[in-house]
C-alpha cells in the first residue's frame, strides 16, 4: 500500500516537472563586436535615467539597450576625460557621474556630454550651491 503511494506521488511530481513551461529567459552578449571599447569591464552602474555604464580600459562606454557610445581621452581636449582607463564610476546629483581614472578623477556633465577636470572646484560649488 505505501509503495502504491509512493508511486503515485512520485508520479504527481515527475508529471508536473515535466509538463511546467519554463521562463524564457533572453540574453545579449554584448562585447567588442557589439561596439564595447575593451572586454575587460573594471566596473559598471546603471544611472538614474536607464543607462548602463561599462568602465573600461580603453575609455568610458554607455548603453541605451541598442547601441554603445564610447568616450575616450583626447590630449587636445581638455573637456576629454582624463585617462582612458577607468577604474571606478559614482553616480552624483544632476545625473552627473565621478570617474576614477589611473591619471585622476573626472566628472561627466550629461547636459554638455564633457568632462570636468577640476573636480574638487566642481565639488566645491555643487556643496556651496546647497548650502
Known amino acids: 500500500m505505501y ?3 509512493f508511486l503515485t506521488i512520485t508520479g504527481c511530481i515527475l508529471s508536473s516537472l515535466l509538463l511546467a513551461q519554463q521562463e524564457q529567459i533572453q540574453f545579449s552578449r554584448l562585447d567588442v563586436s557589439a561596439g564595447l571599447s575593451h572586454n575587460q569591464v573594471n ?3 546603471k544611472d538614474a535615467g536607464g543607462f548602463m555604464w561599462f568602465a573600461t580600459l580603453s575609455g568610458l ?3 541605451d539597450g541598442y547601441q554603445f557610445k564610447v568616450f575616450k581621452h583626447d590630449p587636445g581636449d581638455t573637456t576629454s576625460i582624463t585617462d ?3 577604474t571606478g ?3 552624483l546629483p544632476g ?3 565621478y570617474l576614477e581614472t589611473r591619471n585622476g578623477p573626472s566628472i561627466y556633465d550629461p547636459a554638455t556630454e564633457t568632462f570636468i577636470r577640476k573636480t574638487v572646484a566642481w565639488l566645491k560649488s555643487c556643496i556651496s550651491t546647497l548650502s
Open 3 to 5: 509503495r502504491k503511494i
Open 43 to 45: 566596473t559598471m552602474l
Open 61 to 63: 562606454n554607455r548603453y
Open 84 to 86: 582612458d582607463f577607468i
Open 89 to 91: 564610476i559614482f553616480e
Open 95 to 97: 545625473n552627473h557621474l
